[in-house]
């Protein structure tokens, strides 16, 4: 079956520090991968997504690039602010049809001032 | 676009009695997801529809669990009865045309506390 594991964290950084949240999956067949965030009190919201391999997504400074010979999508940001603290997920869904995302247990990333 | 609406967006009740959480989609979206987070579990697919049926509802719990989608701008999750151990935030998402290559976009949730 398919599954994605992520560093659970918290993981606590100070503004303007360089960001990584690793990112492992494992799928059948040929899998689009995704992250959301999610911020105190709200649902999810779609940071980035790439859809095969070798293609990177990227929004709001984050990045993330789809490795099909590591099964990575690491999720990077040069410089995070407070405002970026949030749970962040990384998910997958695979097949030409219809199918529920299949979600890592989040990590929780705080930055402080 | 007002995107994915749920409500309520809290509810506290109590062991043995029926929940109703209510979902409206995106206009035009034909896929509509439900999801629950729990600490224990983190976000799960509970049952998804496409054009109004049902399609897979092999995550639903439990028999105590159902899901309806009576038309295109609607669905509810109903519990009946009730347990402490269905306490979570329940999501719904929704999307264009459900390919793997497809966006969800999710509601703000609905906190359910079973007391």
């Known amino acids: 079956g398919n599954s994605v594991t992520q560093m659970e964290g918290p993981v606590t950084l100070s503004e303007e520090a360089f960001l990584t949240i690793n990112c492992t999956y494992t799928?059948?067949?040929?899998?689009?991968l995704f992250w959301y965030v999610q911020y105190p009190g709200e649902g999810l919201q779609l940071l980035l997504k790439a859809t095969k391999a070798d293609d990177k997504g990227s929004n709001k400074g984050f990045e993330a690039t789809y490795r099909k010979e590591t099964t990575s999508f690491h999720l990077e940001k040069g410089s995070v602010q407070v405002s970026d603290s949030a749970v962040y997920f990384c998910?997958?869904?695979?097949?030409?049809?219809?199918?529920?995302?299949?979600f890592g247990k989040g990590t929780h990333l705080i930055i402080q001032p | 676009d007002a995107g994915v609406i749920q409500s309520p967006r809290h509810e506290v009740t109590e062991m043995g009695q029926e929940v109703t959480l209510r979902c409206k989609p995106i206009s035009g979206h034909d896929y509509l997801f439900w999801y629950r987070q729990t600490m224990m579990r983190g976000l799960e697919l509970l049952i998804y529809f496409n054009n109004n049926v049902p399609i897979d509802d092999s995550g639903m719990p439990e028999d105590r669990f159902s899901a309806k989608m009576p038309n295109a701008s609607f669905s509810t999750l109903k519990i009946q009865p009730s347990e402490p151990r269905d306490s979570a935030v329940y999501f719904c998402?929704?999307?264009?045309?459900?390919?793997?290559?497809?966006?969800?976009?999710f509601g703000p949730g609905t906190r359910l506390t079973v007391l």
């Open positions: 998402a929704s999307s264009s045309y459900g390919g793997g290559t497809d966006t969800q976009y």
């Open positions: 799928a059948t067949g040929y899998p689009s």
């Open positions: 998910a997958l869904i695979t097949g030409g049809g219809a199918d529920g995302l299949t």
